[in-house]
């Protein structure tokens, strides 16, 4: 069975206490389709967990708005009580009023109720990384973290992080609250997230890489993943095995969470935290 091997791709700090094996998990995919509602087989999707733990992963990425609940609730279900070492990184700030509406809601008093609901449906008494999801453009961002350190001095949130955010959005964040992850979309095809990943690396950030493998119609011609594509299949990977061990060499920042609904996915998933990209071919795939 693979299980993450510790050296490669190594560990990563988030904040001051937590430190966890650099490939994660990623809870977005273990709901219905078009994360809505329940997934059509529930129990599949707690074995994916379990089996997600029993791989070595330890960073598992979820948000209120998966489902919506129904992310938050599977987790706790198949993975409650936790292994001390896992980390459970949550998100706010966005609702889901109906299937196809993903709106921004990051004001303080919904940012509160989401995170207690959040810490209730997780069963903790501290959610280890709490993220903004998304800015709201109709409420101050000060606004919105102010009440995230209100809510981590209560002792509710141990870190905060941020998602959607550009090198600007982030240092205004950092002058509210210490910031200690950044969760962007960036794969092969997306560099789009460059400066901001330059920004973790700089300052002891965690990086986490939304939409990893890429998978996307928007994703899908760009000449580098074309490259990554050829270097796996020469290494012996799938486009998704190659897409992890790319982003895993890029930086050392950089924390993947990968999501899959299927055991298979998971374990090739996992198994390639163990490919290594030398810096040449880094260069070469472009
Ligand atoms: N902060 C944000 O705004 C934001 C936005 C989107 C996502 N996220 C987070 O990022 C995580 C990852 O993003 P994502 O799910 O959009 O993208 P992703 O992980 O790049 O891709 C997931 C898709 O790839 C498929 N897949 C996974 N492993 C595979 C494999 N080995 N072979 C073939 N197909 C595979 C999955 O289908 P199967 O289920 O069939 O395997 C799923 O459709 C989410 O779970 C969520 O936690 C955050």
Redesign the pocket.
């Known amino acids: 069975m693979p299980t993450i091997n510790p050296t490669r791709p190594g560990s990563i700090r988030i904040g001051d206490e937590l430190r966890v094996p650099r490939l994660g998990?990623?809870?977005?995919?273990?709901t219905g389709d078009g994360i809505w509602r329940p997934p059509q087989d529930p129990a599949e999707a707690r074995a994916v967990l379990r089996r997600a733990v029993e791989l070595g992963v330890r960073f598992?990425?979820?948000?209120d708005s998966?489902g919506p609940e129904t992310?938050e609730l599977l987790i706790a279900e198949a993975l409650h009580p936790y292994p001390a070492d896992l980390v459970i990184a949550t998100?706010g700030g966005?609702v889901r009023p109906d299937k196809p509406t993903w709106a921004r809601d990051a004001r303080p008093a919904h940012l509160r109720a989401a995170c207690e609901a959040s810490l209730r449906r997780l069963r903790l008494q501290r959610i280890d990384l709490y993220?903004l999801?998304?800015i709201d453009p109709n409420v101050p961002l000060e606004d919105s973290l102010g009440e995230l350190a209100r809510l981590q001095r209560e002792g509710k949130i141990r870190c905060i992080g941020v998602?959607?955010v550009d090198a600007k959005q982030l240092a205004r964040a950092r002058r509210v609250v210490d910031v200690v992850a950044v969760?962007?979309?960036c794969?092969v095809a997306d560099r789009s997230s460059d400066p901001v990943l330059a920004i973790c690396e700089r300052d002891g950030l965690a990086f986490?890489?939304?939409?990893?493998?890429?998978?996307?119609p928007q994703d899908a011609d760009a000449p580098p993943r074309v490259a990554l594509q050829r270097w796996g299949r020469e290494h012996g990977l799938?486009?998704?095995?190659a897409?992890?061990a790319w982003l895993l060499a890029r930086s050392p920042a950089m924390l993947?969470?990968?999501?899959?609904?299927?055991l298979?996915?998971?374990e090739?998933?996992v198994a390639?935290a163990n490919a290594s990209v030398s810096a040449a071919e880094l260069r070469a795939i472009g």
């Open positions: 998990f990623g809870a977005m995919r273990i598992i990425d979820t948000a998966y992310s998100k966005i993220q999801h998304a998602s959607n969760q962007n979309r794969n986490i890489p939304w939409s990893p493998l890429g998978q996307s799938t486009l998704q095995q897409a992890i993947p969470i990968p999501g899959t609904s299927q298979a996915h998971l090739a998933n390639a």
